[in-house]
């Protein structure tokens, strides 16, 4: 990796004022996904500013009686917070699914909403990639692209949003809260992440120089027999091939709420909203499932090497959705 | 100028911010203890313990771990007497080349001491209701120590290290040997 010069931030607004002034100046938090990247030559930053140090480590409670989770908060103190493990269990799965100890003890909520794809062209400087320097195409849209996109990809990016915990993030209506040197804003998080359109180079919704502050998560009282199913190419420590975010809220066989979101088939974290409308109302039986997992999918374009992931899809969102009209558990 | 608390002691090192905490242990003090294996987080041969939980070295910079405890596999011993889990890596073939070793033993000190203060894993059936040393399965062994590959394949004797060490009684390494010894 290129050297750099580095500084710890004393303050959020002194990290914001450093990032802000100078787009060749980066965050690092844990470090797990940037040091990676640097190694790669994937980014190349002049300064690096460390945030690990500021004190944005608390979960709280909110006044709503959701829960205030601090940028920093690592990802394995957030999936072992009690209140987590009980009230919102899909999200302590998805973050436990995710990477391995070592690397969920370092890496913080921030850096993981922030992580960038997994796509090997991406990883590779020898490849021309549109996310890694625009306008010099996208070889995975014709190369080998079994992991890739099969929903909401363009003829730019075909590159999917590797993070778990974001799935279950999305699925509970959680909100992001950052900071700016304009000052503070919040961003819904199905508004967080963006579509590749023609600007696969941007991840994200933030403007230069922002930090993550904190993740909110609103009271979900269905979030309880939240489940999540992740399925990928060895049983730990693998990025997902397509993962679910399911919860249930039942009034005996009746359905009256759902949420469903999918990981692995998107430039982002994808809520199966269509999907969620159509099973409010139905009984909860198989055949609801695999008629929401039929909507979910029908705007799939699979790629020469990644059919597979439409069915796959399907069967997860049924087997996720039967799973949590059981109550939750392992799925 | 940056200082780092190895095993208890406290260490002045001249590097660059690039360092990472792996390349600052094995060529800066001399600690080869710590494996590199594949440099980019996806093989575990790097663990360290950095306040007590475990780490891949290769994923952070040195420069970022200034004021932290940092625990190497050559930390774990006391004088001449091996740290149980060492014993236990020993007792029960936990290895074969012996490369992912340190690793493996570093991240094990940390499962023990995570299970003790009740975490749960991907596979743990109810999330509320952490499971116990003494009952901690080999599925649950197996997704804890996910972050360590061996590349000897000595799984069986590393999840029967960490059975012995969580005061379970492994399987005796005998039970699988195929041929007879000759005396
Ligand atoms: C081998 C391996 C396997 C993995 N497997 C999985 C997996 O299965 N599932 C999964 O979800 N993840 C997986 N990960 C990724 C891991 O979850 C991320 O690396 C981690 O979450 C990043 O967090 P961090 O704090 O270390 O981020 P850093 O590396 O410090 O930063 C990442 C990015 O976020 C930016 N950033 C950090 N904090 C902030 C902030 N507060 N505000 C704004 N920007 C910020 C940084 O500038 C950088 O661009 C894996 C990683 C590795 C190396
Ligand atoms: S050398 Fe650090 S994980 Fe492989
Ligand atoms: S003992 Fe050889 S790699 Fe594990």
Known sequence: MNNFAYVRAN?????????????????????????DRMKGFLDEPSQLVDVSRLAMKKIERTQEGGLKIGALVTNTDLAGCAEVRSNYPMLSRSILAGASQQIRNMATVGGNLMQRTRCP???????????????????????????????GASESCVAVNPSDMCVALAALDAE???????????????????????????DTNLEPGELITAVILPPVSFAKSGVYLKLRDRASYAFALISVAAALELSGEQIKNARVALGGVAHKPWRATEAEEFLKGKRADKSTFSQAAEIALKDAKPLAHNQFKVKLSKRAISRALSVSARGGGVV | MIRLKINGQLQTLNVEPRVTLLDALRENLGLTGSKKG????????????????????????????????????????????????????????????????????????????????????????????????????????????????????AYNGIVAAVQQASGQNPPSPAASNLGTEVS
């Open chain 2, 38 to 153: 594949c440099d980019r987080g996806q093989c575990g041969a790097c663990t360290v313990l950095i306040d007590g939980q475990r780490v891949y070295s290769c994923l952070t910079l040195a420069i970022m771990q200034e004021g932290k405890e940092i625990t190497t596999i050559e930390g774990l011993a006391t004088g001449d007497n091996l740290h149980p889990v060492q014993a236990a890596f020993i007792d029960n073939d936990g290895f074969q080349c012996g490369y992912c070793t340190p690793g493996q033993i570093c991240a094990s000190v940390a499962l023990l001491d995570e299970v003790k203060n009740g975490s749960v894993s991907y596979v743990t059936p109810d999330l509320t209701s952490a499971p116990q040393l003494a009952s901690l399965s080999e599925a649950e062994i197996k997704e804890r120590l996910s972050g360590n590959l061996c590349r000897c394949s």
């Open chain 1, 176 to 202: 992001v809260k950052v900071r700016g040197v304009a000052g503070e804003r919040q961003i819904p998080f199905v508004d967080f992440h963006r579509l590749p359109g023609n600007t696969p180079n941007r």
């Open chain 1, 121 to 151: 062209y991406y990883y590779d400087t020898a490849f021309a990639c549109n996310k890694r320097q625009p306008n010099t195409g996208c070889p995975a849209a014709t190369g080998i692209n079994r992991t890739h996109a099969i929903l």
């Open chain 1, 11 to 35: 303050s959020v607004e002194d990290a914001v004022s450093r990032a802000s002034q100078d787009s060749n100046v980066m965050y690092i938090a844990g470090g797990t996904n940037l040091v």
